[in-house]
């Protein structure tokens, strides 16, 4: 019992200083692909301290809730937001036996308790009273109802091709990455980049944040710590997406290293590196693209990505009871 608690508490302390300075990569790496400096004078050189002054900017801040706003569910749902995203980490191993939690289900596990993001979204949207914040958590919700199939049919193909919905059990079962495995590996790698940042609305999948429409989107109420909460819950997210990513499909952890210290230590340092290469290639895509049109944006995904990933996945499930 003591361990895990210990364990817990060193996965939240990571992973929420990981988010506090993921927000000053990406405006690094934004900042590289359009030829600008980016956050430069809070810490010089390079701005390290900008992150730190973003979340006392933000505490600092007056905590506004709206007159006609329904107050109960106007306060709970960055709670349940950020809680949904921080759980999401519960079942994903740092190293071999370094995990929260080992469940037999835990695939299963990680989308329920990523669903809890959009509820909140929902939430959000309906009790802030507001048009603009209650758009967005409609297409929200129908981005994700149209995305998030396509996403579990790829996850799927490693589970089927490991038997297991351990995640320690499908690290365990690459020989090589599934991101390499002929075919069907490929497909369920390249949909599951493109699903995901639709998941986490990001560019060119971000109608549900579309400024010049619905002004800041279902948290256009929102201010202080609240607002900071959506904005650490979608960091977390995004995270949380990146290492399973790197898990499911690059091997997790394994990788090579010398005999020399604990092997623990070189696991982790390859989950983060690997994760981080998920990473950066969610932000490649999401500062390189523009908006894509919403009823574009749902006809791509069931005109095209459904059929698709359905077509791989079976495909995978014929080799699996035949090779």
């Known amino acids: ?31 590289r692909i359009h030829t600008r400096v980016g956050p430069y004078y809070v810490g010089r050189p390079h701005g390290f301290l900008q992150p730190v002054a973003d979340v006392l900017k933000l ?29 999401a980490f519960s079942v994903l191993p740092a190293a071999k036996n370094i995990y929260i939690s080992d469940l037999s289900v835990g695939i299963i596990y990680f989308f329920a308790v990523s669903s809890l993001i959009i509820f909140g979204v929902f939430l959000a949207g309906w009790g802030s009273n507001s048009k603009y914040a209650l758009l967005s958590a409609f297409r929200a919700g129908a981005q994700v109802v149209s995305y998030e199939i396509p996403l579990l049919f790829s996850v799927l193909v490693p589970v089927i091709l490991a038997g297991s919905l351990k995640t320690s059990d499908i690290v365990a079962s690459q020989k090589i990455p599934y991101a390499l495995y002929p075919v069907f590996g490929w497909i369920s790698f390249i949909i599951f980049l493109i699903a995901g940042l639709a998941e986490e609305n990001k ?36 995270f949380a997406l990146s290492v399973l990513g790197a898990i499911l499909f690059l091997g997790g952890y394994r990788g090579f290293y010398p005999k020399i210290g604990p092997e623990w230590v070189y696991q982790v340092l390859w989950l983060i590196f690997k994760s981080f290469f998920m990473l950066i290639l969610f932000l490649l895509v999401r500062w390189s693209f523009v908006r894509i049109r919403i009823d574009r944006l749902i006809l791509f995904s069931w005109k095209y990505l459904f059929p698709i990933s359905l077509i791989n996945l079976f495909l995978a499930g014929l080799y699996k009871i035949f090779f």
Do not use: C
């Open 1 to 31: 019992m003591g361990n895990i608690i210990l364990i817990t508490t060193i996965y939240i302390l990571v992973t929420l200083t990981i988010v506090l300075y993921l927000t000053w990569f990406e405006r690094k790496f934004a900042a």
């Open 59 to 87: 505490f600092l801040k007056e905590d506004i809730v709206p007159e006609q706003a329904d107050k109960t569910i106007f306060n709970i749902a960055p709670i349940i937001v950020f809680i949904g995203a921080l759980l």
């Open 203 to 238: 560019v060119p999948f971000d109608v549900p944040e579309a400024e010049s429409e619905l002004v800041a989107a279902y948290n256009v109420e929102y201010s202080s710590t609240k607002f900071a909460l959506f904005y650490a819950a979608e960091y977390t997210h995004i």
